[in-house]
Nanobody, 119 residues
Framework: DVQLQASGGGLVQAGGSRRLSCTFSGVNWDDYKFGWFRRAPGKEREAVACISSRGDTQYADSLRGRSTVYSDGAVLLHMNNLKPDDTAVYYC????????????????WGQGTQVTVSS
């Protein structure tokens, strides 16, 4: 079974940084991608970033220029210059194929991790 677990959330002051980590197991596709998504209170879930098994990356407008996605065993999302609007539950997900930012490309999701940005 595919399992993912996001961690690293917490309280951070506006302008600060946070690094989220996604650990995983059971991924068996030849080509696959990990996506980071978030859901803010009262809002729809939105994409943040993607990294493929080939190392390609893609960023959504939500945190473009303020985030970096990379892998060192776990899949990491480093966010900087955080704003109160970035407060959300952040999720990692995995799916087959190359990078994409549509949530329906990802059949497996981990439990989210809460990031709260204080003003």
């Amino acid at each position: 079974d595919v399992q993912l677990q996001a961690s690293g959330g917490g309280l951070v002051q506006a302008g600060g940084s946070r690094r989220l980590s996604c650990t995983f197991s059971g991924v068996n596709w030849d080509d696959y991608k990990f996506g980071w998504f978030r859901r803010a209170p009262g809002k729809e879930r939105e994409a943040v970033a993607c990294i493929s098994s080939r190392g390609d990356t893609q960023y959504a407008d939500s945190l473009r220029g303020r985030s970096t996605v990379y892998s060192d065993g776990a899949v990491l999302l480093h966010m900087n210059n955080l704003k109160p609007d970035d407060t959300a539950v952040y999720y990692c997900a995995v799916g087959p194929g190359g990078c994409g930012l549509r949530s329906d490309e990802y059949p497996y999701w981990g439990q989210g991790t809460q990031v709260t940005v204080s003003s």
